[in-house]
């Protein structure tokens, strides 16, 4: 396991997920050191955040400029699950695209690693 993972891992026991009680932690790699998140649940559904986000929001308010690697962790998710049931959402996918360089890596604990490209094809962008 990275050391990134095990941020990610340790990150996801922080989260904020009294209604799906399904804790998930995210680490990011940036020019500026390591940031983490985890998911932060509301009564109001619509506003709860994923780990993958919370974490390069964080890393943003800091300063951060280069993303380099992501890791992310559903530490409930069940070890014989499917894969795609730990991998990041579509708005968190397209966050990523965002920020980071098409084949920079994402690690999926359980899952793999994946590209940016490989996560979300011919993303929207703008720059
Ligand atoms: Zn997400």
Redesign the pocket.
Known sequence: MSELLQKARDAGKNAYCPYSNFHVGAAVETDLGVFVGCNVENASYGLCN?A??TAIFSAIAAGAKEFRRLSVSCLDAAENAASNSKM??G??RQVIAEFFAQDSVIEVDGAGEFTVAQLLPMAFLLN
Do not use: I, N, V
Request: hydrophobic share 15%.
């Open positions: 994923c993958e986000r990041p959402c708005a968190c």
